[in-house]
């Protein structure tokens, strides 16, 4: 579904994917790993769309096209979806607004009918029971006064309205307590199918007890230097990142 | 040097006198004929005086513009523009076509005892509400040429007296209708008093017919007396050729209240001042705009607020979104005298620039002279931001549609701070309209 190749992207004078090789396939989940600032957001990102970087180098492909070549806007009705590290804040823009503008771009953007009201009143009401989430949020501004767990669940809920087919979620785990971490890893494991994948950036294996990947990245210094199964994640908590200076060596020496 | 620019307007204020001598009273004739030295002597306001320096007013204020004596109210383009002006069949309506009265476009429904919903013309001829103290305004200021020149052709325009302790239940709108063929000017005058605990929202409305550039040259005077509360809602919907300027001094006493919602959309240039005087304790007053030039637009908005005594409130938001050539012009004025101890007054201008050659400048000016008081102002301009546009494109809102959300949701607090429903939907409307933001 997703092949990524020698991916370079820079932002202005600093060069921060210096090579990235990943490929995901419909079904799986993986998990991206790695020390603060290797890039993980900055891979994210780039997926999704974001004009900040110059990509100097390497391909992306979805779903046998390319995806780089692709507007912001028509990577999400291609059902790409990046779950925010930091969602921003809208004021004056409802949620519930928001959430049927997108749903409706989508739809427009595949030739399909507009959703009618009470379709996405009662799918809305599902996918906030599912995420412990209040219907008056929704008549709130996006994200606006939001915790930092209040927003992480907003974008779970905006990716269960959506349905995408790759979704990227950017420490989604990052600010959640255990039972708010729990209620989260539900939403992401309902959207888990045959047709979807999943790619889950996360500094912690706690997360990933919870969404079980079929494989795990480590991402250092710009470059995948490791990539293992799930048991790589249990390594990682373990020992830390420190034997990551070995094992560029050994990518560099391979 | 500024005698040929004033040329027309001295002709027609001669032609204006001598068709007004065997009616006017003779402290009127006097009145206007020293507004008219006043203004002869002013001259049109050059960018040499600073409260003029961004707003070159010149060009378009020298053109030789008629003042309508009589109006035709045939062709049926005045009931069309009216049509377009009306916002609700509840609300007492007083028209005015080319700054004449025209009594049977307007309704008044039932009244409270005591209270008078008319127009100016009539007033003075009934020798009502002391007029002939009330209506000179002082010209002392350098900027202040328009206002002597309203004065000069001061005639007719809104009357409206509420006596003490009364509720109007209805909106009183004032509908200002230009109409009549080729480069006409008006100059309406409004009197509103409102006595004590007395509550009224007035609604002005400004529209005219297409074609050739008009002057509307407009004073509204508001008298508050101890805890009156008015509403105020002025909607700026001038022809897009034509010049607006305008001027409501609002005078406040004890407890009173003021609000104000101006709406700027028309006009290629329209300049609007507010001016407060708080002139007791314990006042509120709220000042709230919105102007969205586009094209080659200019709209200069200003606002000054003398507090004079101590324990009042002011509040104060004023937005602009400008798009292509537009230019903005904000200026607050905030004094707070000697005596005005405990004044707490924020003010907060923004603006969003849609444009690279979108212009605003913008001056808060606050003099304080007390030393203890809350006083805070901001100011931003901007363009869209960047994130939000990323963020909503990436949940595949269209580029387009993610800009007007955002436009929208920029304006919709001064909109939302409309309490007429009437009114908020008409400006829902219009936003929806002129910036779009579809039923998704
Ligand atoms: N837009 C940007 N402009 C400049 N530098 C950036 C930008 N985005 C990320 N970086 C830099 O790139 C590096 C990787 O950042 P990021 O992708 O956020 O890492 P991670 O998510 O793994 O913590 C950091 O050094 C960061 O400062
Ligand atoms: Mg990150």
Redesign the pocket.
Known sequence: MLEIKNLHAR??D?E?LKGINLSVAAGEVHAIM??????????AHVLAGRE??EITEGEVTYDGKDLLDMEIEERAAEGVFLAY?YPVEISGVSNKYFLKAAINSIRKHNDQPVISRSDFVSMLKEKLALLGMDKSMMDRSVNEGFSGGEKKRNEILQMAMLEPKLAVL?ETDSGLDIDALKIVSEGVNALRSPERAIIV?THYQRLLDYIVPDKVHV?AGGKIVRSGDKSLALELEDKGYSFLNEGSEAVAAS | MIATENDAYQESFQQFQSEQSSTAPAWLAELRQTAMNRFTQLGIPTKRIEDWRFTNVKSLAAKPYRNVQSISLSGGEAEALLEKAKLDESFHRLVFVNGHFVSQWSTEHELPEGAVIGNLASAIREEAGDLQNRLSVETDDEAAAFIALNTAFVNDGAFVEIPDGVTVDHPIHLIFLSVEAGQTASHPRNVIRLGKGSRAAVVETYLGREGEGYFTNAITQVDLDETAFLDHHKLQHEQTESLHIASTHVDQKESSEFRSHYFSFGSLMARNEINLMLDGEQIESTLNGLYMPTGEQLMDCRTRIDHARPHCNTYELYKGILDDKAKGVFNGKIFVHQDAQKTDAKQSNQALLLSDDAVVNTKPQLEIYADDVKCTHGATIGELDENSLYYLRSRGVSKDLARKMLIFAFANDVVQGVEIPAVRQHLETILLSSHGLPDV
């Open positions: 932002s202005e600093t921060i790695g020390p603060n600032g290797s890039g993980k957001s900055t891979l900040d970087y590290q950017d950036v991402l």
